[in-house]
């Protein structure tokens, strides 16, 4: 659990279309996140965008992108971040995976129970 304190933000790009056993790549994280008890995460599907392969991705009215970029938001604790950053390379085979630093200002707190 995270206070008001340095914190670490995990931050990880992929498109939408990316799969995992099947599953898509978000999906796999999300669940990886909630299993180790993770503070906070957030997935958002971007409307556009490209990466260093070059393929542009876009939503536009009259397409129907199945590839949109993904962006998964995680916070928590440097110690809690370090301790998923191994399994979270393991899920995603291309993508941009990167941690920074940031000063969680306001938590409320929840107690996560197993399911």
């Known amino acids: 659990m995270i206070t008001r304190n340095p914190a670490k933000k995990l931050t990880v790009y992929v498109d939408e279309s990316d ?18 008890k993770i503070a906070g995460v957030s997935v958002f599907r971007g409307v556009a965008g490209y990466g260093s392969d070059g393929v542009f991705h876009t939503s536009k009215i009259l397409e129907l992108s199945a ?36 000063t969680v200002v306001k938590c409320c707190s929840k107690t996560f129970e197993s399911s």
Do not use: A
């Open 19 to 36: 799969r995992r056993g099947g599953r898509p790549v978000y999906e796999v994280l999300l669940e990886l996140f909630y299993r180790n």
């Open 67 to 102: 590839s949109l970029p993904i962006k998964i938001e995680v916070v928590d604790s440097d110690e809690s971040i370090r301790s998923v950053l191994p399994e979270v390379s393991d899920v995603v085979s291309k993508g941009l995976i990167e941690v920074s630093d940031t």
